[in-house]
Nanobody, 115 residues
């Protein structure tokens, strides 16, 4: 069956870094555009970053530009989100999304930025 499994979340101090991973299975990973979303308590889910099927094109929400980098390895069926200079306002559950013929979601991984 289709699975998207996120990992790499945790507690980090402001200014720190984390790398999220999302491993896909059960579908043709390279045929799907991949995205990271996040949802903070009491807020709507927002798109953070998106990467094209080949990885040649990326886009980011303004609040993370210059701090986050999305990448993918189609040989490993994995998409990454490298996060630097983390701020308390980055605290949220981060979700992986695959969008193509169908749309799939991971279960989410918690990122908490706090001193």
């Amino acid at each position: 069956q289709v699975q998207l499994v996120e990992s790499g979340g945790g507690l980090v101090q402001p200014g720190g870094s984390l790398r999220l991973s999302c491993a896909g299975s059960g579908f043709t990973f390279s045929s799907y555009r991949m995205s990271w979303y996040r949802q903070a308590p009491g807020k709507e889910r927002e798109l953070v970053a998106i990467i094209s099927k080949t990885g040649g094109s990326t886009n980011y929400v303004d609040s993370v530009k210059g701090r986050f980098t999305i990448s993918r390895d189609n040989a490993k069926n994995t998409v990454y989100l490298q996060m630097h200079s983390l701020k308390p306002e980055d605290t949220a559950v981060y979700y992986c999304n695959a969008n193509g013929l169908y749309a799939y979601w991971g279960q989410g991984t918690q990122v908490t930025v706090s001193s």
